[in-house]
């Protein structure tokens, strides 16, 4: 058989059937409703044996747009005679032999849990999407409702770091292509899915100083991790009080507001600590010795490696 495409003028005059309609827009939109978490349930306990759908509410079951109403939608729930709990499912159901979308209720059986879901593909059958479960306890005269929605997600935008989407909603994901980071809105701000910036030498020579191993910096994901080098003293003597280290953190890569400790072994088997400082301090970025013994000429300071702490 011949390769098919549609819609197209070559392909029955652009006519779609249902069928290929849903082979079509199918992957168009997720499954599920439109909304997120914090919104009220779209299922909520009615009055006695029944639940309501609430008005207003989108969705999408394989490419098939669906709409609750502009009123609220009551769905009898059917008594309980059993002996043991019955657990009903509220879906959201694309039924093939009329191809429409509606939320029905899916009976369970007491004692035996939820009912599984039916996700047929092909032309023919049903395909459903959760909303909430039912409990009908023995003989209950009213239900309770545990929300189960799926919420419709959102693509992958390409942009830059200074091109980010200027309204995005929660949810939203995009690509920074000049940094390569991957970032998510959480709701008040962007947050760092995906990033790596690769080895980076963080050596800035000071003339006191000779460096005998470089510094090494490196971020992934929001997490930045320091290898400190070593350095030769050749400066003066320097008491307890505070020196700076050869070393410099890019701004990017330095903690908003806190330091960062670490210890240094100093020529004679002595221990010094030492201190990467915050952005929002008057060092941002520097690295300094800050409680040692005296330091001679030709001293060596070897910091512990391994200095660890997270940015945005």
Known sequence: MAQLSWPSPDYNARAVTDSEYEQMAARFSDDGVDGRPTDPAVVAAGPGLSVNIRADVYGSVR????????????????????????????????????????????????????????????????????????????????????????????????????????MPAVGDFAVELDTGRVILWHGD?????????????????????????????????????LRLGSFERTGGTVGDGGVRLPVLIPASLRHPNRGQYGIAYITGARIGRLEVFAANSDRPGQVWLVQYPTIARNDFVMPGSGISWVVE
């Open 63 to 166: 490419g098939r747009a669906w709409y609750s109403g502009s009123t609220t939608v009551n769905v009898p729930i059917p008594a309980n005679g059993a002996s043991s709990t019955r657990t009903d499912r509220i879906v959201l159901r694309l039924d093939r032999a009329d191809w429409t979308v509606r939320a029905v209720r899916k009976g369970g059986t007491a004692g035996a849990g939820a009912p599984a879901l039916t996700q047929q593909l092909g032309e023919t059958g049903v395909y459903e999407v959760p909303l909430a479960r039912v409990t009908v306890l023995a003989g209950a005269a009213a239900v309770s409702v545990t929300r189960e929605e799926l919420f419709i997600g959102t693509r992958l935008r390409p942009c830059t770091s200074s091109t980010r989407p200027p």
């Open 189 to 225: 701000a962007w947050r760092i899915v995906y990033s790596h910036t690769g080895p980076l030498v963080v050596t800035a020579p000071i003339s006191s100083w000779n460096v005998t191993a470089d510094s090494v910096i490196e971020e992934r994901s929001g997490n930045v991790h």
